[in-house]
């Protein structure tokens, strides 16, 4: 016997839910790609010898590092809270910015480094296509 169901509802998601959940991707993808690289062949060692993520360890370059990466986290609520005037221009500027920063490690690195990278710069891409593209009311 064959039961006939209604199709599915696939109601649309607000523009500032998806530009939250490309925040959280991009943000888990910094993790993952920054977990990855403790299993790289001597990277605990060279940090217990002093040495950071962006030269020897001290409290303010570890400040710095600390600051850079909590933003695509902070990003996630700020998607939701923010007033759309200043979310947009933003999301833009950072997404922009983390592109580039991404993109100006990648050379000589590791494989899963590289696949991250793509992967976090084409989310980059979609925030800032995602903002770029707000619908706008009609006059």
């Known amino acids: ?31 993952y790609g920054d977990y990855f690289g403790l299993y790289k062949p001597g990277k605990l060692q060279h940090m217990l010898d002093g040495a950071g993520p962006m030269g020897p360890a001290s409290q303010g370059s570890l ?28 999301s833009i500027g950072l ?15 590791w494989w899963f480094y590289v696949a991250y990278s793509g992967i976090e710069i084409a989310l980059c891409a979609g925030i800032i296509w995602l903002a770029w593209r707000w619908p706008r009311l009609a006059a």
């Open 63 to 90: 400040l710095f590092v600390a600051l850079l990466l909590a933003v695509p986290g902070l990003m996630v609520v700020l998607s939701l809270v923010v007033p759309l005037r200043v979310l947009r221009p933003l």
């Open 1 to 31: 016997m064959h039961l006939h169901r209604a199709p599915l509802s696939d109601p649309p998601l607000p523009h500032r839910l998806k530009l939250s959940a490309l925040w959280a991707s991009l943000t888990f993808c910094y993790l």
């Open 95 to 109: 997404a922009l910015f983390y592109a580039l920063f991404v993109a100006l490690t990648m050379p000589g690195a």
